[in-house]
């Protein structure tokens, strides 16, 4: 029999012999009982009783050799041998060698390892260094290596490279198992041929160049002493300037001179070198040298009182020309009186001429100054805007929150707020309130000290209240729960309503009710 590995086969075993006598089968393979040790999942006996078939399942190449078939009973035995061959793919080739190495190519040998029983037809060589992922596919002189070569060219290497080879034969089973890895050999050097790329600049301080680049990867240097040529010169002049960058992992490189005009154009360009020469430049592209910082401050700066915490603060675009480039934003510089050591700043975009300063100390004098800023830096500071924020809002909620319920109308009154000497005056007051079937909480603003409300029947309410001033809202109320209207009239209060109908948090519910001619 002829098999490939991974086959399951079954050796046929037929006896005839008088009824009479009970016949037994026996295996034996090279010698060895067939199944016996760890070999013994392989094999099985199938058939029945009156049958002698022998199979094995998953055949391996160490199952190659001589099976014999013993049939045995009481007054003799007859025995039948057949030799099995069992065909795998190769085995690995042996001792790979580097034979020659030039800076891209690299000349092999190797020994034929085991055919198992199938020719090889065909080799392919595999290469791996320190910069691939695994082992990729060689490029061989060559293309095809038949079964009978075992020396090979491999080409289209890159210079001063540290490389490993490994060698796969296959015949028409498949591919085998790869050799052990060569000798580790490095590439010849060789002049670059891979300039830099993204080239671009810009920015920087004033009467500077910024060129920038990625640097080249180190598989690409092809060599030691790898370096990089920057080139530039002004948007229509002839000659170039020329500097040398002697670090192959510098990324940027700035030209100082009091010469350069701010925001003008240059061409640039980045070649590359090393010890055996200079290679390509990439292609020429345009970079503006370094902005000058603005030297104008905004104008019109102006500041006002918002509420107890906030002032806002306004100012006039700053005059712009086209030495200072792209105006980026704004800064805001800020502080309270006698503290300007405790200074804040905010920025805002460049299309924003005001802003808006937040956590301040209430009924206190703030000061605010503005100035412009680009990739250059920032200009002179605005003459000082002053603000007084306002007293704070009353700390003192709404007391005695009262509500009457007839048909579908609701009347919620509350005590009026008197603020404090040193609290903003009361100039009103705002109903916060929702209900079971929404979320969002609803605002009604009124000067009196009650509103009337219209409740869809059915559905529950909260309502809280907090007085209004120039200063913000003040404390709210304890939170009253309306129960849904019924046919009868209800009466609550905030103390009534806390025992009755207590509200522990808020329920996501949405607004009920709908204001008459007070809204």
């Known amino acids: 029999m002829d098999v490939s590995v991974g086959e399951s086969v079954v050796l046929p075993c037929q006896a005839r012999h008088d009824p009479l006598l009970r016949g037994t089968f026996t295996w034996f393979f090279n010698g060895a009982r067939a199944g016996a040790g760890d070999d013994g999942a392989h094999f099985a006996k199938v058939g029945g009783s009156a049958s002698g078939d022998l199979m094995i399942r998953n055949i391996q190449l160490k199952h190659s050799g001589k099976y014999v078939c013993v049939v045995q009973t009481a007054v003799e035995s007859v025995s039948s041998a057949a030799n099995l ?24 040998s190797w020994r034929e390892g085991a055919d198992n029983h199938s020719p090889v037809t065909c080799y392919s060589v595999q290469a791996r260094t320190p910069f691939s992922v695994g082992w990729q596919a060689a490029t061989t002189v060559p293309a095809v290596i038949d079964g009978k070569t075992h020396t090979a060219t491999v080409v289209e290497l890159s210079p001063w490279v540290e490389y490993e080879f490994r060698v796969v034969a296959s015949n028409k089973i498949g591919g085998g198992e790869p050799s052990l890895p060569s000798e580790k050999v490095r590439t010849e050097e060789a002049a670059p041929e891979v300039p830099p790329s993204e080239v671009s600049g810009g920015g920087g301080s004033r009467s500077e160049l910024v060129i920038t680049w990625d640097p ?14 920057v080139a530039f010169r002004p948007l229509g002049v002839t000659d170039w300037i020329q500097t040398v960058v002697t670090s192959a992992d510098t990324p940027r490189y700035v030209f100082r001179n009091d010469s350069i005009a ?11 070198y090393n010890n055996r020469g200079e290679g390509p430049f990439s292609p020429v592209t345009t970079v503006f040298s ?27 675009a700053v005059p712009w020309k086209p030495s200072n480039g792209h105006l980026l934003g704004y800064e805001v510089r800020y502080w309270s009186s006698g503290d300007e050591e405790s200074a804040s700043t905010v920025t805002v975009a460049a299309s924003e001429t005001s802003a808006t300063l937040g956590g301040l100390r209430s009924n ?66 705002k109903v916060f309130y929702r209900t079971s079937s929404q979320r969002d909480m609803q605002v009604l603003a009124t000067n009196k000290t009650s509103v009337e409300l219209l409740l869809p029947i059915g559905e529950d309410c909260v309502v809280e209240v907090r007085a209004t001033t120039d200063g913000g ?4 109320s304890e ?10 009239d209800a009466r609550g209060s905030t103390s009534a309503i806390a025992n009755v109908y207590p509200v522990s948090s808020y329920v996501p519910i949405t607004l009920c009710f709908v204001a008459n001619a007070l809204w």
């Open 85 to 108: 061959t069992v065909r795998g793919s190769p085995g690995p080739p042996e001792n790979v060698t580097v034979e020659e190495i030039t800076d891209t190519t690299a000349q092999l």
């Open 216 to 229: 080249v990867p180190e598989e690409l240097q092809n060599g030691e002493g790898f370096g990089y040529v």
């Open 262 to 272: 701010p925001f003008s154009l240059y061409e640039v360009k980045v070649g590359v």
């Open 290 to 316: 370094a902005e000058e910082e603005p030297t104008a401050a905004p104008s019109q700066v102006s500041a006002r009182s918002l509420s107890a915490s906030e002032i806002g603060v306004s100012w006039g």
């Open 364 to 429: 206190l004098a703030h000061h605010a100054a503005v100035r412009a800023y680009n990739s250059a830096g920032a200009g002179p500071f605005s003459t000082t805007a002053s603000a007084t924020t306002r007293r704070p809002p009353p700390s003192r909620p709404p007391g005695n929150v009262v509500w009457n319920t007839t048909d579908t109308k609701v009347l919620l009154s509350w005590d009026r707020v008197r603020a404090a000497e040193h609290e903003s005056a009361v100039t009103g007051y």
């Open 473 to 476: 809202d003040g404390a709210s």
């Open 479 to 488: 939170q009253v729960r309306i129960p849904g209207i019924t046919d009868m």
